[in-house]
Every structure is written in structure tokens, then in C-alpha cells.
């Protein structure tokens, strides 16, 4: 007779974190979690044991007081939160690159659109970035696209 599964066996699914990204540590956590979810990984302990193997030394470094005592509920959260807020580029900075800004080079303008919007994020309102963005494409799309009275997503896919 062949061996049936036991209804209480416990199977175990790999999670693999990718390295950790230092250029864009919520973008990171998602990706994590997404692992975490799939893997059916509940437990803050494991999550947290998850981070410390996937995050390089120096980064560690930077969070060592939550490495070495980490609180004794919500570690997992913990350590999450401060590698955003140490990692992550300030309000300041990301403004700052959003008025620098980037040239459309090869892309096309939906595709400069969406990190000029990550960028913006709460701060710039969407007149501001219409004009932001409208600036750094070619002279006869901006003719073009600024006679057309659209919304910006409107816009960028006018010149797909």
C-alpha cells in the first residue's frame, strides 16, 4: 500500500531573497513579502532570521543595535522600518532628482513618466509634474502633447 501524506506533515518552501536593494529598500520588502506569502511564512522570528541572511554586512552595520537586540515582539517590523528609513533616499533628495531630472534618452515618455511619479510621490502635485515631465521630451512632442487639454496618464500614452 503506498505511503499517504500525513494531513499534519509539515512541508517546507525555500525562500530565496534577492541581494537587498539598497536603491530601493521598499521595493525590496515587497518583493520579500511576496516571497514570505507564497512560502506561507508567518512567524516574525523567521522573517526576521530571513533579513539578516539576505542583507550585506555593511548594511547590517547601519541597523546593528536591532541586529544584535532586537525587540522582543514585531522584530520582524522593526528591522523593516528602519532599513526603509535609513536606506531610503529623503523627501528632500527625491525632489531634488526630480527637478535635475533625467533626459528621455531611449525611453519612451510613459516609461520616463513612471519613475519622474515614484519620485514625486505625495509631495509634487500632478500640474508640477505634467510641466516636469512635458519638458523632458523631444520639442515637437511637447507642441504636440501641451495643445491636448488630457490628464497627464492621459498624455503618456497619447505618445506611445
Same mark, same amino acid.
Given at each position: 500500500?503506498?505511503?499517504?501524506?500525513? *494531513?499534519?506533515?509539515? &512541508?517546507?518552501?525555500?525562500?530565496?531573497?534577492?541581494?537587498?536593494?539598497?536603491?530601493?529598500?521598499?521595493?525590496?520588502?515587497?518583493?520579500? +513579502? #511576496?516571497?514570505?506569502?507564497?512560502?506561507?511564512?508567518?512567524?516574525?522570528?523567521? =522573517?526576521?532570521? !530571513?533579513?539578516? *541572511?539576505?542583507?550585506? *554586512?555593511?548594511?547590517?552595520?547601519?541597523? @546593528?543595535?536591532?541586529?544584535?537586540?532586537?525587540? +522582543?515582539?514585531? =522584530? !520582524?517590523? #522593526?528591522? =523593516?522600518? /528602519?532599513?526603509?528609513?535609513?536606506? &531610503? +533616499?529623503?523627501?528632500?533628495? =527625491? @525632489? /531634488?532628482?526630480?527637478?535635475? $531630472? *533625467?533626459?528621455? $534618452?531611449?525611453? /519612451?515618455?510613459?516609461?520616463?513618466? %513612471?519613475?519622474?511619479?515614484?519620485?514625486?510621490?505625495?509631495?509634487?502635485?500632478?500640474?508640477?509634474?505634467? &510641466?516636469?515631465?512635458? $519638458? /523632458?521630451?523631444?520639442?515637437?512632442?511637447?507642441? @504636440?502633447?501641451?495643445?491636448?487639454? +488630457?490628464?497627464?496618464?492621459?498624455?503618456? %500614452?497619447?505618445?506611445?
Amino acid at each position: 500500500m503506498p505511503n499517504e501524506c500525513d *494531513s499534519n506533515q509539515i &512541508s517546507h518552501v525555500a525562500v530565496k531573497p534577492p541581494p537587498f536593494w539598497k536603491h530601493n529598500p521598499v521595493l525590496w520588502f515587497v518583493r520579500l +513579502e #511576496a516571497q514570505f506569502k507564497l512560502a506561507k511564512i508567518l512567524n516574525d522570528t523567521t =522573517k526576521f532570521n !530571513y533579513v539578516l *541572511s539576505a542583507v550585506e *554586512s555593511d548594511i547590517l552595520n547601519s541597523v @546593528i543595535d536591532l541586529v544584535l537586540k532586537p525587540p +522582543e515582539n514585531g =522584530k !520582524y517590523d #522593526a528591522l =523593516k522600518k /528602519r532599513l526603509i528609513e535609513v536606506h &531610503s +533616499e529623503s523627501e528632500d533628495s =527625491k @525632489i /531634488r532628482i526630480l527637478l535635475q $531630472g *533625467s533626459e528621455l $534618452g531611449d525611453q /519612451r515618455s510613459p516609461q520616463l513618466l %513612471t519613475p519622474m511619479r515614484s519620485l514625486a510621490g505625495d509631495n509634487v502635485g500632478e500640474p508640477l509634474l505634467k &510641466s516636469l515631465w512635458l $519638458g /523632458r521630451l523631444p520639442n515637437g512632442t511637447q507642441t @504636440i502633447l501641451a495643445a491636448l487639454n +488630457e490628464n497627464l496618464d492621459q498624455l503618456a %500614452t497619447v505618445d506611445q
